[in-house]
């Protein structure tokens, strides 16, 4: 399944933590894991997915060049804000 996961850019380090463990769960049940692609949870959640061998795909607001260091495919929208809607129209959850 396309598992959405949305959060903000910034976060505490408790919930980049659970972020990353959720990223990490997600991939080993075989989830590819859609985010925004920015930093925050959506990083932690592609760290936690990359770190288990996972795909997670980020729905960027413009640019590839934005997406965080743990995304595996990066989606330039050019779209801003906009983009979420693609984010939550391609998950099955």
Known sequence: MQIAVVGGGD???EVYDMARQLGR???????????GGLGGVMEAACCGARDAGGISVGI???DKREANRCVGIAIATGMNHARN???VKSADV
Request: overall charge neutral; proline content about 5%.
């Open 85 to 87: 809607v693609i984010i």
């Open 60 to 62: 960027l607001p413009n």
């Open 25 to 35: 769960l997600l991939a080993q049940q075989g989830h590819v894991l859609l985010c």
């Open 11 to 13: 976060c505490s380090l």
